[in-house]
């Protein structure tokens, strides 16, 4: 059974820090992995989907890797801000669903 | 147009009320997904429609009843529900046959008294 871990599960930054969010996965045979944010009482919003022949995607200050042999994909933020302040969660795709992390709830402060 | 709809926003009701969510999409998605996902906790998949038909069924209790009349549409229906069903309960759909992005929609937040 798939298992994901997200670490850490809470991180507060000053504004305008770069910082990493982790992700591991204990069974390899993925099709994709996703990385949401979820802000408080809100619906899932998808950030980038990752492949599983590919090593990252980038869209504007997000990138995230994967390591698929490893089973791990960090979730790379440059320049937070404020408006960042959010849940993110990870998440594996294996045939038609999707395993969640319990997701990484950061808080940037102006 | 990657916008999934669900309504209403916000349910309150009686563990002997009977009443139904609704999910909507118009982007020719064939799986659709029910969620639910209690405070500071991942989403739990409760069900999963593909191509209309009742594809996954995570053991959900059966007073929880999904319903897909088209492709479009996705309905739950809730009947004696306790008051430990309170949560989230989110709607998703995803595209085609292969491995792609699901798309979530914002949610109903239900509390059961």
């Known amino acids: 059974k798939q298992e994901v871990t997200q670490i850490p599960a809470a991180l507060s930054v000053p504004e305008g820090e770069n910082l990493v969010l982790n992700c591991s996965f204990t069974?390899?045979?993925?099709?994709?992995l996703q990385w949401f944010r979820q802000d408080p009482g809100k619906g899932l919003t998808s950030l980038l989907l990752?492949?599983?022949?590919?090593r990252e995607q980038t869209s504007g200050r997000l990138n995230a890797s994967l390591d698929k042999s490893s089973g791990r994909s960090t979730l790379y933020i440059a320049a937070s801000q404020p408006g960042d302040s959010a849940t993110y969660l990870c998440?594996?795709?294996?045939?038609?669903?999707?395993?969640f992390g319990k997701g990484t709830m950061l808080l940037v402060s102006p | 147009d990657t916008e999934v709809t669900q309504t209403p926003k916000h349910l309150v009701m009686g563990m002997t009320n009977k009443k139904s969510l609704k999910c909507e999409q118009h982007?020719?998605?064939?799986?659709m997904y029910w969620y639910k996902q209690k405070a500071k906790k991942p989403p739990e998949l409760m069900f999963v429609?593909?191509?209309?038909?009742?594809?996954i069924n995570e053991s959900v209790p059966s007073r929880f009843s999904p319903e897909c009349p088209n492709s479009s549409l996705l309905n739950l229906h809730l009947h004696a529900l306790q008051p430990e069903d309170s949560a989230l309960y989110l709607c998703?759909?995803?595209?085609?046959?292969?491995?792609?992005?699901?798309?979530f929609g914002p949610g109903t937040r239900l509390t059961v008294l």
């Open positions: 998703a759909s995803r595209g085609g046959e292969g491995p792609d992005t699901q798309y």
């Open positions: 069974d390899s045979a993925i099709y994709n």
């Open positions: 990752i492949q599983s022949s590919q």
């Open positions: 998440a594996v795709a294996s045939g038609s669903t999707l395993t």
């Open positions: 982007m020719g998605h064939r799986a």
């Open positions: 429609y593909s191509y209309e038909k009742l594809s």
